[in-house]
C-alpha cells in the first residue's frame, strides 16, 4: 500500500530526523567495503515493534531482492528513489509513505542519499536477500559476504 502525507508532516519529521543525524550513527551497514546504510535507533522492540532513521547512501549493488523480519512502513523524508518489487518498480519521492508485509521483497535504485523513518512492526523472522533462482540468504550472511572491498 502506498499513499502520500501532507508536506507539514514530511517537513516536521525531517527537521526531527536532522536534529537526530547530528549524532553518530547506531548502526552502519557496509557493502563491498563501502558505507550502504546509516542508522538512527529511535525505538527498538522485538515485540511492540521499531523506529528508525535511515540514511541510504547509495543502491542495491546486486540484483537481489531483500524482505525483511517485520511488516514495515517507510516514510521518504528527502530524495527521491525507485523501489524495484516482484511488480514492478515505482518512483518514491518525499511524503511516500509506503507499507509492506514482511515477505515483501524489494530493492532500491537512487541517485543520492536519501533519508527515511523506517517503522518495523514485531520481528517474525528472519530476514534477507532472495537471488534470481528463489534462493534465500540471510541479512548477515549476506553482508559478511559482501564485508570486503571489490577487487
Partial sequence: MIWTVPPFVTMALLSMADRIMQSEPSQTLEEYGEQYLQRWILEKHSMTGSVYIHRIL????DEELHDHPG???SLILLGEMTEITEKGSRQLT???AVLRKNS????????????TMWIMG???REW???DKEGNFTPSQEFFHR?????S
Fill in 71 to 73: 511488516d514495515n512502513l
Fill in 58 to 61: 547509495r543502491s542495491d549493488y
Fill in 128 to 130: 534477507g536477500f532472495w
Fill in 104 to 115: 515483501e521483497r524489494h530493492r532500491l535504485e537512487l541517485e543520492e542519499p536519501v533519508v
Fill in 94 to 96: 518525499p511524503g511516500t
Fill in 122 to 124: 514485531e520481528r517474525v
Fill in 146 to 150: 559482501r564485508s570486503r572491498p571489490l
